[in-house]
């Protein structure tokens, strides 16, 4: 019952997200506003706040951060591997990779670290994320354009990807904390406050993202990858983790591990429009269905991990 307290608050959210816009209450405009002051000022706000709260060495873990790196990088390659084995078209396999490889760790995953493991586990799951952030957007930008065969990268759309709001909220985070930076108590307050309201504002936005459209599709290449995301590839991560040395019940591999049961991206289906327009609907189909099927799949592996 514990466990179903710190996830049914999430995925409620969520689904009144997809309440208000089914509705008419929430319209597109409203949604790519909302999503705008979530992610360029709520979520780095969260980030900042609990990272500046904990103590620099508590809170960055280099062998969580060297195992999940090891942990999406080998997974990512060795499901493309099999997907070529199965014929799976260029395209389609880089579409299936990177909504394996990049997980809705942020929206979705940091409520629940927070309710779950309090301030240090959130402040950890932050440092992760904002070092994954911007390796992973520069893949999903390779892996598109490659399936797309534009011909190459440009150089500014590689850069940027390292301008990413929440690796900037991060980095600043780490270093005001190894700085000891106290900040005047008003300023303090007004990044709390809105720190306070990133997170519920993000879960009404992924809710408000689903339409029927984005459940039609290849439903065994979209089964193959809901498995993979909230299965397999968090199933690999803990085995590396704890190969590295990690305890089972430590902190660090509890929440390294649970970022990895996140489900996919909506970003993955925002940047597939735009780079590789027709596996779009794919991609929206296992971003929608990883989504409904992780409030089943992220408690168990909550129950699993201890929370």
Request: proline share 4%.
């Amino acid at each position: 019952m514990e466990v179903l307290g710190i996830v049914a608050p999430v995925f409620g959210l969520i689904l009144l997200g997809w309440v208000l816009r089914a509705i008419g209450f929430l319209r597109e405009a409203e949604v790519g506003a909302l999503v705008k002051v979530v992610y360029y000022l709520g979520l780095p706000m969260v980030l900042f706040v609990a990272i500046t709260g904990a103590e620099l060495s508590e809170v960055v873990d280099a062998v969580s951060l060297a195992g999940i790196l090891l942990a999406i990088s080998s997974f990512s390659v060795a499901f493309f591997l099999v997907l070529r084995l199965l014929s799976v078209p260029v395209a389609a396999r880089a579409a299936l990779v990177v909504v394996v490889m990049r997980g809705n760790m942020a929206f979705v995953g940091l409520p629940i670290v927070l309710s779950a493991w309090g301030t240090l586990g959130l402040a950890k799951a932050g440092v992760i994320i904002g070092v994954l952030t911007g390796p992973f957007a520069i893949a999903t930008v390779v892996l598109f354009r490659l399936a797309r065969d534009t011909g190459g990268l440009r150089p500014g759309v590689v850069l940027r990807a390292f301008f990413d709001p929440i690796v900037i909220a991060a980095l600043a985070g780490l270093i005001a904390s190894a700085v000891r930076l106290s900040l005047p108590g008003a300023l303090q307050e007004g990044m709390e406050m809105l720190a306070g309201m990133a997170l519920p504002a993000a879960l009404l936005a992924i809710g408000s993202s689903f339409s029927r459209q984005s459940l039609a599709g290849r439903k065994w290449l979209t089964a193959a990858a809901g498995l993979a995301k909230l299965v397999l590839l968090p199933a690999w991560g803990l085995l590396l983790l704890w190969a590295f040395g990690l305890s089972l019940a430590g902190l660090d591999l509890k929440v390294t591990v649970f970022l990895l049961t996140t489900p996919s991206a909506v970003a993955n289906y925002v940047m597939s429009r735009e780079l590789i327009p027709a596996e779009a609907p794919l991609v929206g189909t296992t971003v929608a269905l990883t989504t409904v099927l992780a409030a089943v799949t992220m408690t168990i592996w909550l129950v699993l991990l201890g929370a």
